[in-house]
């Protein structure tokens, strides 16, 4: 059973920066598909971005293109959230999360118990 912990979380004023990491234990690391998740207070859980196992394809939803950068490394079993531009509005619980298989497409299957980011206006 695959195991997540993120880090990197905190708070930032609009237009700062963050990096979120996600290690993940348990399964091989580099045959899934990793992504980012995040829920506002009183939201429902949202796609943030994901990329598949071999790194060479990224998602992102609509929201974050331009500011949100997604990437892992195999060596290290993280996958990174790079958060730049950040808004008031991008102020959620974030949430790592485990592929079911190597594309994005396959969905997933496990999350982190999460990390909060504040912006500040």
């Known amino acids: 059973q695959v195991r997540l912990v993120e880090s990197g979380g905190g708070l930032v004023q609009a237009g700062g920066s963050l990096r979120l990491s996600c290690t993940a234990s348990g399964r091989t690391f580099s045959i899934y598909a990793m992504g980012w998740f995040r829920q506002a207070p009183g939201k429902e859980r949202e796609f943030v971005a994901a990329?598949?196992?071999?790194?060479?394809?990224?998602s992102y939803v609509d929201f974050v293109k331009g500011r949100f950068t997604i990437t892992r490394s195999n060596a290290k079993n993280t996958v990174y959230l790079q958060m730049n531009s950040l808004k008031p509005e991008d102020s959620a619980v974030y949430y790592c999360?485990?592929?079911?298989?190597?594309?994005?497409?396959?969905?997933?299957?496990?999350w982190g118990p999460g990390t909060q980011v504040t912006v500040s206006s």
């Open positions: 990329i598949s196992g071999s790194g060479s394809s990224t």
């Open positions: 999360a485990a592929g079911r298989g190597g594309e994005v497409s396959a969905g997933f299957v496990s």
